[in-house]
Nanobody
Framework: QVQLVERGGGLVQAGGSLRLSCEAS????????MAWFRQAPGQEREFVAA????????LYGEDVKGRFTISADKAQSTAYLQMNNLKPEDTAVYYC?????????????????WGQGTQVTVST
């Protein structure tokens, strides 16, 4: 059974940084995409970033380019999201997701597995 556990959310002031982690267990397929999405109250879940497990392809959402960095540690089966220069509009629940594929996708239905989410709140 695939499980994704996110950690690292919290409250931070605007301009600050947070690092989220997503530990995956129970995954037996080698081709995978690990991604981060976020959902603010009353809004749809939106794509933040994704990385191929081979780490040869990365994609970012337009709103986070230049501020967020996604990475993966294969030995730890963990993906990370380093978030710098955070803005109040980054406030959301951040979800880790896994897709069994070698192609990055930006839409939620294409991801089979999801974590429970971690709250990130950025104050002014």
């Amino acid at each position: 059974q695939v499980q994704l556990v996110e950690r690292g959310g919290g409250l931070v002031q605007a301009g600050g940084s947070l690092r989220l982690s997503c530990e995956a267990s129970g995954i037996i397929f080698s081709n995978r995409i690990m991604a981060w999405f976020r959902q603010a109250p009353g809004q749809e879940r939106e794509f933040v970033a994704a990385i191929t497990w081979s780490r040869d392809n990365i994609l970012y959402g337009e709103d986070v380019k230049g501020r967020f960095t996604i990475s993966a540690d294969k030995a730890q089966s963990t993906a990370y999201l380093q978030m710098n220069n955070l803005k109040p509009e980054d406030t959301a629940v951040y979800y880790c997701a896994v897709r069994q594929s070698s192609t990055i996708a930006m839409t939620t239905p294409l991801y089979e597995y999801w974590g429970q989410g971690t709250q990130v709140t950025v104050s002014t």
